[in-house]
């Protein structure tokens, strides 16, 4: 219980950094997305192209991306699941 509001806690308050980088700026230079204490965010209206580009793109060879809305990362399964696969596979030879 303790983890899950410290965890809520630190979300409302990289949430609230964000929001306050964004509006320190002059008007014209607001983004909406970058990054807050090392942390992802955007709050940009999401497509299907960052859709795309988060959750599943093998040109990209990391795993976590940037999420597509709000603050933190994505997962990238084009990445997690060939690695996940050759884990699985080295486990399988050692037995």
Known sequence: MRLARLLRAAALFLTLAAVAQELSK????????G???????DFRFPTPKRFRDAY????????FTDRVV???WAINFAQLLPRLQEGYRRLAERS
Request: charged share 30%.
């Open 35 to 41: 990054r807050v204490a090392g942390v992802p965010y």
């Open 56 to 63: 599943w793109n093998p040109d990209d060879q990391r795993i």
């Open 26 to 33: 002059p008007e014209t230079e607001r983004r909406w997305h």
């Open 70 to 72: 709000g603050i933190g």
